[in-house]
């Protein structure tokens, strides 16, 4: 299950649409967000062919971006430790409706921690 603070929703941006994932208080670097993007992949593989792409892990890393794809839908990932979120954007608001759909059973609202 993937814990998030505000509940997700797409949103227009610049030249296209976001969905974006607060998983973390800003500068939080025990959240996994490479683990959190396998985690979602488990979920879409199961529904359509998918795939990451990203690039390699370094300690204390920020502002990573990288393409996910599912089904014949491709989103730009990026997360920001030092914004604590996930990001998945798409110029086409339909696969962004489905993405966000496709996610729904394994996204869980939870308060701000103290």
Do not use: N
């Not at 299950?1 to 227009?12: G, K, L, S």
């Not at 800003?26 to 998918?50: G, H, K, N, W, Y």
């Not at 990288?66 to 730009?76: A, E, R």
């Not at 996930?86 to 962004?96: F, T, V």
Request: glycine share 8%; charged share 20%; net charge negative.
């Amino acid at each position: 299950m993937i814990t998030v603070y505000i509940e997700p929703r797409v949103d227009a941006e610049c030249k296209g649409w976001d969905l974006t994932l607060q998983v973390g208080m800003a500068f939080d670097f025990t959240r996994p967000f490479r683990d959190i993007l396998q985690e979602i992949m488990v979920r879409l593989c199961a529904s359509a062919p998918c795939g990451l792409s990203m690039p390699a892990y370094h300690d204390r890393e920020d502002f990573v971006e990288g393409t996910l794809d599912w089904g014949s839908d491709s989103f730009h990932v990026h997360y920001e430790y030092s914004l604590g979120f996930l990001s998945l954007w798409s110029s086409d608001k339909a696969a962004l409706d489905r993405l966000s759909a496709g996610l729904a059973g394994i996204v869980a609202v939870s308060p701000w921690p103290e």
